[in-house]
């Protein structure tokens, strides 16, 4: 369902094209909100502590895979745009070499240093088995997860995002009948709920594949055309590298307030984990809107059409502004409730309810967020966005240890939602300046 944005209504194409792709990133999401709710409902609180903890390391790589594949997606929509097919089945296979190369890299890489990494977070004594033996499996998918995110991402630049839906609603759901199987059945625990979900990210890998062999021919290449364009591989390194470098800073950011949450015990860690998995779910729609600017901007920005270009982000802004509102105002209404799914334990709920009410107050600056920093990478203007990054890692970083140190862990809940508000600024002076229409038209 390959989708050409460079004309009709701006606000309707956005619409249209970020409701799939939320509902899809809500089954993202499932990956690990399953594995919580299982852990912490099936095995016990320091299980949802061990799982959590291992949160930060991940993402980190989960960070570097997505921002990464924010390269690939510009590079495809722009020459999409452009209308030049040659080249976009050069980047498809260029960005598929690049792809494999980092996943393997960072398998090794991972499985080697999960413990390291685990003993650096701080992670208490109680749960660091659980932990390391979770984190290591869940290295090993690091390659199906590059596969499966590089494949989307150029689904989505060629304007479709309803085929990664439907394929991560077949692999949510068989995370979640393997989560089951593995915990109750086989009582595997945290293995169980870590191998299920490599698993179930293998399946989306290997279905995005059948489909875009299948049935995009555009994409289609023999075997004498499998290597890399150099030109190409410097354009996706140019945007890619940034956004991979900016987004991991801001997941090893997370991994100082992990830090600081793990001082506290496993009580704390849990309702974090709980707290955490919630905002995340909360992230979905932010992370829609913005995707869906990017590849709308990006597309029209390879046809030259400036102007609609302005028009796309204005619809953005007021969808984002809008929706993210509503979101903010219900997760602040049911944050018992969302507490409630991951854990049974009382105090958990308590804690975590907490945590997820301060997020929800500033659930639009993280809108905004997503909003400008996929706008100025579609234009190429990348530099902003790392500062945009900076200000999140530094707000992290600093606060999460200032603000402890002087409310206690009722203090480390507000060092995000700061660091968001520092780095939507950042993004809207960019914006106003407009010193982004220089980096335009980089595609030749």
């Known amino acids: 369902m390959v989708r050409d944005m460079t004309s009709g209504s701006p606000m309707k194409i956005i619409t249209l094209f970020a409701v799939p792709m939320f509902v899809g990133n809500v089954f993202q999401q499932v990956y690990n909100m399953v594995d919580s709710i299982v852990v912490g409902n099936f095995v016990g609180p320091n299980a949802l502590a061990a799982v959590g903890t291992c949160g930060g390391a ?54 080697l240093l999960a413990r390291p990494l685990l003993l650096l977070l701080g992670t208490p004594e109680d749960i660091m088995e659980d932990a390391v033996t979770y984190l290591t499996i869940m290295f090993l998918g690091t390659l199906a997860n590059c596969m499966y995110n590089g494949m989307s991402s150029v689904l989505r630049a060629l304007g ?25 059945s086989f009582g595997m625990g ?26 995009l021919p555009m994409l289609r290449f023999k075997k004498k055309e499998f290597y890399a364009d150099r030109a190409v591989v410097r354009e996706i390194v140019r945007i890619g590298v940034p956004a991979a470098l900016s987004s991991s800073g801001v997941s090893i950011s997370v991994m100082f307030m992990q830090r600081a ?8 860690i849990a309702a974090y984990t709980s707290g955490n998995r919630a905002e995340q779910l909360g992230m979905c729609l932010s992370f ?11 597309q029209n920005i390879g046809a030259k059409n400036f102007e ?19 979101v903010g105002v219900l997760m602040f209404a049911f944050s018992d409730f969302l507490s409630r799914m991951f854990s049974s334990d009382k105090t958990v709920i308590e804690i975590s309810s907490e945590c997820i009410r301060v997020v929800a107050l500033f659930a639009p600056m993280l809108g905004l967020v ?21 200000s999140e890692i530094a707000a992290r970083s600093v606060l999460a240890f200032t603000f402890s140190a002087l409310f206690g862990y009722h203090g480390i809940w507000w060092a995000t939602p700061v660091g968001w508000t520092g780095s939507a600024l950042i993004g809207y002076i960019r914006y106003r300046s407009g010193k982004w229409k220089k980096k335009m038209n980089f595609i030749p």
Not at 165 to 179: K, P, Q
Not at 197 to 202: A, F, G, P, W, Y
Not at 308 to 314: D, E, I, M, N, T
């Open 58 to 111: 991940f993402n980190l790589i989960l960070a570097l895979i997505v921002g990464l594949t924010s390269g690939m997606s510009v590079v495809v929509a722009q020459y999409f745009g452009a209308k030049n097919y040659a080249m976009v089945k050069r980047t498809f296979i260029s960005a598929i070499i690049v792809n494999m190369s980092v996943g393997v890299g960072v398998t090794v890489l991972g499985v």
């Open 160 to 184: 479709d995002s309803v085929i990664p839906l439907l394929i991560l609603v077949a692999a949510s759901l068989t995370n979640v009948g393997l989560d089951l199987l593995f915990v109750l």
């Open 190 to 215: 945290v293995a169980g709920v870590a191998l299920a979900t490599v698993l179930s990210q293998l399946i989306s890998a290997i279905l995005c594949i059948i489909y875009v062999f299948i049935k």
């Open 261 to 268: 949450i793990n001082a506290y015990g496993s009580t704390v």
């Open 288 to 298: 829609s809107i913005g995707a869906s600017v990017g590849t709308f901007c990006g």
């Open 308 to 326: 609609r270009v302005k028009r796309g982000l204005h619809a953005g802004y007021i969808i984002c502004f809008t929706y993210t509102i509503i």
């Open 370 to 390: 997503f909003l400008f920093q996929n706008f100025l990478r579609s234009a190429g203007d990348v530099t902003p966005t790392v500062w945009m990054s900076i």
